[in-house]
């Protein structure tokens, strides 16, 4: 649960499924109201509304008996890791009004472990509203038109001013019209009684804080962004003039606005770069292809190197086959390139040629998306995956599994947790490929599912893919089944303070290079660019 991604294990767990029958599993991490929810979901997302209402209602009710609990087991004494203990020093009633306080913090504090995932950090944002939100419509499609109503007014308990659910209720109560009166349609007393409590205890946290004099911020776990980013994701304005009779149009719900404005389009800054795809023709956001970023000479001369350099497991905490036991990984730093260079062990113009074109990815990156501040590299590195003989039948694994860059890709939840140990401070990727002659490797986008396949590049000498690196642009790399792929992997950040150590450290070996008078780069990059 907490490494969606480890292959190792989604191998292992395939494994005993093929037991199935013959021994009992039973998974001790799963909470019963988010299996049902999840359950819910798929069939909703497969239109059997009919198997979704009923997973969903038992999720629900899960949800009530689990919230009950957690408010029981916040009874008696609390620890809290900002708490003074040892320095405290209160009168009885100070203390009495102090331990109520951590209490009701607790209970408050329900909601978020409701909605977290086994093994996740963050919760799944807006996870109670959205039962009523998928139920509203799902017993619409049924023809249960005053469950509809009732579940949509449950569901604006949280959200009174969502546009969407406003004309989705007002929509039910004219079906209802002439045969139920809909203001005797009320939202669900359960929803009424949990939302009426937390903001009870929303106010006597706030005045308690006031009071005693410790900090308190409110935390909103309903925001109305928490929805499914796709064409189900929620019922939302009716359709005006029907063709055939009253439907409900679907529309996606607004992701948050970014803390930046997201641009694309920018100057490629070299005449040889050739633009292929932009993130329309790539099906996604802020994506984009290129061709001859390097040229074959450059290709040639960089494999050269690399095979002088990398050793095995190198980036991957010294794991030969850290995605797959079907491939060998191997790798190396730029740092280590000039290093080696250096010391005559590889040619150093060949050592350097790495360190140049990886700053030439980054002037491009930063000027074809048009960010408005420096672009710094987060990490550096030289890959090749190379299939592993007598390991290629019937293979069924990828060569990276599926994941997104600064955020754990959470398919089931239709997440992407931005929390550690995912690389948050990364901003976009690019990776640039050194060959071709090699079966497999393609590298993929997808959905959030982590299934449905978005775009998919077949590499070559010279071509570059560059993304966001964000949940909106998932990826992996299909098996490799002979050969060897290689390629230069570049991540970026915008924040300096998360700038690549051992780029700043290669930065100071190319200044004392150009001090020893050894001659300028070939492509005249000034090294100073990342200072």
């Not at 993130?279 to 040229?295: A, F, H, K, P, W």
Request: proline share 5%; aromatic share 10%; net charge negative.
């Amino acid at each position: 649960m907490a490494n969606p991604e480890h292959m190792e294990i989604q191998q292992d767990l395939e494994n005993y499924k093929t037991t199935s029958g013959k021994v009992s599993l039973i998974d001790q991490e799963a909470r019963q109201h988010m299996e049902d929810y999840s359950a819910g979901v798929r069939h909703y997302d497969k239109e059997e509304y009919e198997l979704a209402i009923e997973f969903l209602e038992r999720a629900l009710k899960g949800y009530y008996s689990e919230d009950e609990d957690c408010q029981i087991m916040c009874e008696g004494p609390q620890r809290f890791e900002e708490h003074e203990y040892l320095d405290y020093k209160a009168g009885l009633y100070e203390a009495i009004a102090d331990h109520y306080m951590q209490v009701l913090a607790c209970k408050h504090d329900c909601v978020r472990e409701l909605a977290t995932r086994s093994g996740r950090i963050s919760p799944i944002e807006n996870f109670l509203p959205l039962h009523y939100d998928y139920l509203q419509f799902a017993y619409y499609r049924v023809g249960d038109y005053i469950k509809a109503l009732e579940c949509a007014k449950s569901y604006l308990l949280f959200h009174p001013d969502d546009e969407d659910v406003l004309e989705n209720a007002g929509y039910y109560e004219g079906l209802l019209e002439g045969t139920v009166d809909p203001a005797t349609i009320k939202p669900r007393k359960e929803a009424r009684a949990l939302l009426r409590r937390h903001k009870l205890e929303s106010q006597l946290l706030q005045v308690a804080a006031a009071g005693l004099g410790y900090a308190y911020t409110e935390l909103n776990y309903w925001n109305r962004y928490g929805a499914r980013q796709d064409e189900h994701s929620v019922p939302s304005s009716i359709s005006s003039e029907p063709e055939d009779g009253p439907r409900l149009s679907l529309t996606k719900k607004p992701m948050p606005k970014p803390d930046r404005e997201l641009k694309e389009g920018g100057p490629l800054l070299y005449s040889d770069v050739k633009f292929v795809y932009n993130s329309e023709q790539l099906n996604g956001t802020q994506r984009v292809l290129l061709d001859n970023v390097i040229s074959e000479e450059q290709c040639r001369e960089l494999h050269r190197v690399a095979s002088g350099i990398m050793l095995a497991g190198d980036g991957y905490r010294g794991k030969t086959s850290p995605h797959t036991p079907n491939e060998r990984f191997e790798g190396a730093t730029v740092l280590k390139a000039l290093k080696y260079g250096y010391e005559g062990r590889v040619p150093l113009k060949s050592a350097r040629l790495f360190y140049d074109i990886s700053e030439k990815a980054r002037r491009i990156v930063q000027s074809y998306f048009q960010l408005n501040s420096t672009l710094y590299f987060s990490y550096t590195h030289l890959v090749c995956r190379t299939a592993l003989s007598g390991q290629q039948e019937r293979r069924n694994d990828l060569s990276h599994p599926i994941h997104a860059d600064n955020c754990l890709l959470d398919p089931e939840a239709n997440e992407c947790w931005k929390e550690p140990p995912a690389y948050t401070f990364r901003d976009y990727s690019a990776l640039l490929y050194m060959n071709a002659d090699f079966e497999g490797g393609e590298f993929i986008f997808t959905e959030m599912d982590a299934k449905t396949v978005t775009a998919s590049i077949k590499p070559k000498c010279g071509r570059m893919i560059s993304f966001s690196s964000g949940g909106e642009n998932p990826h992996g790399v299909k098996a490799v089944t002979k050969g060897q792929r290689c390629a230069v992997a570049l991540w970026f950040t915008l924040d300096p303070l998360y700038r690549e150590l051992e780029r700043i450290q290669a930065d100071e070996v190319i200044a004392m290079l150009d001090q020893e008078h050894l001659g300028p780069s070939e492509m005249n990059i000034n090294p100073k660019d990342e200072l």
